[in-house]
Structures are given as C-alpha cells and as structure tokens.
C-alpha cells in the first residue's frame, strides 16, 4: 500500500525553466491538496482540489498551476520558475466522507531549489 | 476564522523527561482536532486525533485531550526518547481544509 507518492524526490532548476510534481495516491480519496514548507513558515497550502476535474487556489497560488485529471493524481505545475519557489513541497489527501474528522495523509516531499 | 497557535520551539529535552506541547485553537462549529509529527526528511503523519470534547486521543506514549471549555489540546509523553525528535504540528479539521499551527520542533538528547 503506497499512499501518496510524489516525483520526484529532489530537483534543481534554473530561473525562468518550468516543471511538474506529481502526486499519485491509491486510497481512492476525493481531497487533495499541494503545500509548501519554509524554515518558520509552518506549512502554506497553494492549491487543492474537492473531487476529479476541479482545483482551487489555496493561500499562495501565485506562480503555480494545478490540474487534477484523474482522480488518483494531482499534479503542480511552476511555468516560469523564481528563486522564490526555492521550497519543500508536499502533497497530501483525505477521505472526504468523513468531514471535519478526516486526516490527511502525506508525500514525502519534493525537494526543489531554483537558481 | 479558524486559527491554531502552537509554543514556539525548539524544545530541548534530556531523554526520559515530561513533554508538553501546547495547543490552542479558535473554531466555528466542532470541528476534530489532530496531532501530526514530521520525521527530519519525511512528510506528515498522523500522530493522534480526537473527534470531540473531553476525547483523549493517544498513540505511541503520546496523549492529547479536546478541552472545549480552554479551547486547548495539548500534547504530553511521560517519558521521551532521542527517537522522537521531530516537528510536531497541532491541526483543525476543516470541512475542505484544515489548518495546521506552525509546527513546535522537538530535540532530545541522550
């Protein structure tokens, strides 16, 4: 049982290019959700997504764009990428059928420094 | 709106000492409480939950109880160990999205 896998792992990136993270998760969950970690920032969610085919801007959407096509996957998309975007990213999903009691399961992370 | 302010850390401990980690918490409705840790290199897990006032969740030695009348929830251990060194995040449930406190960092030494 994996969970909820993200790809890849770490990643350096150079002003201006642009990639994807994947996050794939096999429990069949309607939520997921892409946060970004900072030294003292706690965790900041950038976007999510209630059920297949729909997303949503979450605290600090700027720079990044989201599609969730299937429902087992949630990919984050940077078009044009900034040293400010230097992050941790996590992925995480829940089960929506139980509300407000529902936990969230997370990635391990995706490292991405941006030079 | 909903909000959740955690002790800033770190906290520094010896090994086999009292933990305690506080959690406050400011909600509409009745919402379920959590306790999430993070392992240096590694995501969130769940740590411990609790769905209603007066519930006690616990795990792994770890205990927290929903206290409705002080709006807290806060995480004890009787006895820690070097192992459980991580960050350690008190959260909201939220009907889409929870909110997460900004994480108490956790070292204990030998």
């Known amino acids: 049982n994996a969970g909820v896998t993200q790809t890849p792992k770490f990643r350096v990136l150079k002003t201006g290019q642009s990639m994807t993270l994947l996050c794939a998760q096999d429990?069949?969950?309607?939520?997921m959700y892409w946060y970004r970690q900072d030294p003292g920032m706690g965790l900041r969610l950038i976007h999510y997504?209630?059920?297949?085919?729909?997303?949503a801007k979450g605290e600090v959407p700027d720079g990044y764009n989201v599609s969730r096509l299937k429902k087992q996957n949630f990919l984050l998309g940077l078009e044009s990428a900034a040293p400010s975007q230097t992050s941790v990213y996590f992925c995480?999903?829940?089960?929506?059928?139980?509300?407000?009691?529902?936990?969230?399961?997370f990635g391990n992370g995706t490292r991405l420094t941006v030079t | 709106g909903d909000s959740v302010t955690q002790m800033e850390g770190p906290v520094t401990l010896s090994e086999e000492a009292f933990l305690t980690i506080n959690c406050t918490y400011t909600?509409?409705?009745?919402?379920?409480l959590f306790w999430y840790v993070q392992y240096p290199g590694e995501g969130l897990q769940l740590l411990l939950k609790?769905?209603?006032?007066?519930d006690k969740g616990s795990n792994k030695g770890f205990e927290a109880t929903y206290r409705k009348e002080t709006t807290s929830f806060h995480l004890e251990k009787g006895s820690v160990q070097v192992s459980d060194s991580a960050v350690y995040f008190c959260?909201?449930?939220?009907?889409?999205?929870?909110?997460f406190g900004r994480g108490t960092s956790l070292i204990v030494h030998p």
């Open positions: 959260a909201l449930g939220g009907s889409y999205i929870p909110t």
């Open positions: 997504s209630v059920g297949e085919g729909t997303t």
């Open positions: 429990m069949n969950h309607e939520y």
């Open positions: 995480a999903s829940s089960y929506s059928g139980q509300g407000r009691n529902s936990p969230l399961h």
């Open positions: 909600a509409t409705g009745y919402p379920s």
């Open positions: 609790a769905t209603k006032a007066d």
